[in-house]
């Protein structure tokens, strides 16, 4: 079954306590991208990776990292959670070209205290 | 960046009648896609919609492009309890190098059986 795999699904961790956020997909999609959600603000991108070794930020990575090390992973870390980190994140994959179909993983509720 | 709002932000019907949802944007664009989230899951796509059409089909799904106007709306035929979820617009625009979704802030949708 073609799909995006999150781990953990829920997560409350404390300030400063480094985490990793696993992102896993089965399509070999070449474009993977990190979204948070919060209520009113929708979805924003926080990192965004074209291939293996290639990855850019998007329009909010301050305080996040990422690596593409294997084109089915793309991990979210956060090296020094702060509680403006609580949030819903998603990962999602697609091929990279034109009219491409996102795939998105069940989601990480990240709370940090 | 978030590329624009939907409207309305919530809607309830009963089961049968229509739903529509617009959504307006504010870049020139290439595609625009529509999704469907339910409450806390990943986002499921449902449409894709291209600059140079002006109306798309499927299912119980129609979707409509303004260009000129910069706005797209998605109506649900004979809505079902089972059609309650957050409904958000996405749209891509080629003009970097990257596969980029740019969302929209979502409308509520609750169908009472």
């Known amino acids: 079954e073609a799909q995006v795999t999150q781990n953990p699904r829920y997560l409350i961790t404390v300030t400063g306590k480094k985490l990793t956020v696993t992102c896993s997909q089965n399509m070999n999609h070449e474009y993977m991208s990190w979204y948070r959600q919060d209520p009113g603000l929708g979805l924003r991108q926080i990192y965004y990776s074209m291939n293996v070794e290639v990855t850019d930020k998007g329009d909010v990575p301050e305080g996040y990292k990422v690596s593409r090390k294997e084109k089915r992973n793309f991990p979210l870390i956060l090296e020094s959670p702060s509680p403006n980190q609580t949030s819903l994140y998603f990962c999602?994959?697609?091929?990279?070209?034109?009219?491409?179909?996102?795939?998105f993983g069940q989601g990480t509720r990240l709370t940090v205290v | 960046s978030q590329q624009g709002e939907e409207d309305p932000q919530a809607l309830s019907i009963q089961e049968g009648e229509n739903a529509t949802m617009n959504c307006s944007y504010k870049?020139?664009?290439?595609?625009l896609q529509w999704y469907r989230q339910n409450s806390g899951r990943g986002l499921v796509h449902l449409i894709l919609i291209r600059s140079n059409e002006r109306e798309k089909h499927s299912g119980r799904l129609r979707v409509t492009l303004d260009t000129s106007k910069k706005s797209s709306s998605l109506l649900i035929t004979a809505s079902r309890a089972a059609d309650t979820a957050s409904y958000f617009c996405?749209?891509?625009?080629?003009?970097?190098?990257?596969?980029?979704?740019?969302f929209g802030t979502g409308t509520l949708l609750a169908v009472q059986p």
């Open positions: 996405a749209t891509q625009n080629y003009g970097g190098a990257t596969n980029k979704l740019i």
């Open positions: 999602a994959s697609s091929f990279y070209r034109t009219e491409a179909e996102a795939f």
């Open positions: 870049t020139s664009i290439n595609n």
